[in-house]
């Protein structure tokens, strides 16, 4: 349980962030909800009964100004979600190169950005019984997914990041986690109308499924949690194991055509 304690949630202005930040002030938790779109925002935020400030996490200046308004009025940061992210469907061919551009800078180097600026808080905490990190990376980034080429890049940077970090923080205090879901229905990745394949849209989960295992893996100090279990699990062994018969089927899925 949260104890009133501070969590700085970033994305959380709709889908997974917006669910984690729900969950969180239910169990207990002082959120400060972090995205670029105020009035959804300040509706959430009145609703659940949490603080917000608008950002750009992949903007390092941004992230540096709202790092210090927030811990001026709470040097103590028990929890950081880096969840902020956006799509890029397409492969490296299709895509604008500035959506390359850009979804490596929110994806990766925005949680990057976060955990740098929000350090001196989550050491206070540590100090004081315990802080953690939570990164949202995806089962995108343990598997190369060629529909979404730039976006799987993105997550195994991400998951790098986080995996250097867990290793890093380890002796502080600071408990690094990597959540990795499988395709969740919300508004920047409307799953269930956009993947072409019968299959993978039966296995598309609800953004509350992912909140609950955030809560769990930062409850039971689960560095590595993968959402669900099943199938995907299966799909990041099968990519490490037989790479070449992994991406065959990667090959075969994808998206209907749009953004
Ligand atoms: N949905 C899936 O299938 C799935 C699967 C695995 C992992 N994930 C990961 O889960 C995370 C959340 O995605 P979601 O599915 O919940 O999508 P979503 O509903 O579109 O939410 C994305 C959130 O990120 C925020 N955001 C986007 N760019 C930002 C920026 N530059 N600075 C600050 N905030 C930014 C958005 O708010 P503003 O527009 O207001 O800034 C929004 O609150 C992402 O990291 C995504 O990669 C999603």
Request: overall charge positive.
């Amino acid at each position: 349980m949260g104890d009133g304690r501070v969590a700085v949630v970033t994305g959380a202005s709709s889908g997974i962030g917006e669910a984690t930040a729900r969950e969180l002030t239910a169990r207990g938790w002082r959120c400060v909800l972090l995205a670029r779109r105020a009035d959804r925002l300040e509706a959430i935020a009145t609703d659940i009964g949490a603080e917000w400030e608008t950002c750009d996490v992949s903007d390092r200046a941004q992230v540096d100004d709202v790092a210090a308004r927030i811990l001026a009025r709470y040097p103590s940061i028990a929890l950081l979600v880096n969840n902020a992210g956006i799509p890029a469907r397409g492969s490296f061919l299709d895509i604008d190169p500035e959506r390359i551009e850009r979804v490596t800078d929110v994806n990766y180097l925005g949680g990057v950005w976060c955990l740098r600026a929000f350090e001196p808080g989550l050491r206070a905490a540590a100090a004081a019984g315990g802080a953690h990190v939570v990164n949202l990376v995806s089962v995108a980034g343990t598997v190369a997914f060629a529909p979404a080429g730039a976006y799987s890049a993105s997550k195994h940077a991400q998951l790098a990041f986080s995996r250097s970090a867990a290793a890093l923080l380890r002796s502080t205090g600071i408990q690094v986690h990597a959540v990795l879901p499988g395709f969740v229905e919300t508004e920047g990745f409307p799953q269930r109308t956009k993947l072409r394949s019968r299959l993978l849209r039966r296995w598309v989960i609800e953004a509350d499924d992912v909140a609950k295992a955030i809560v769990k893996a930062v409850e039971k100090g689960k560095g590595e949690v993968t959402v669900p279990w099943f199938p995907y699990r299966l799909t990041s062994v099968a990519q490490a194991v037989v790479p070449g018969v992994f991406a065959r089927l990667a090959g075969r899925a994808g998206y209907h055509r749009g953004e």
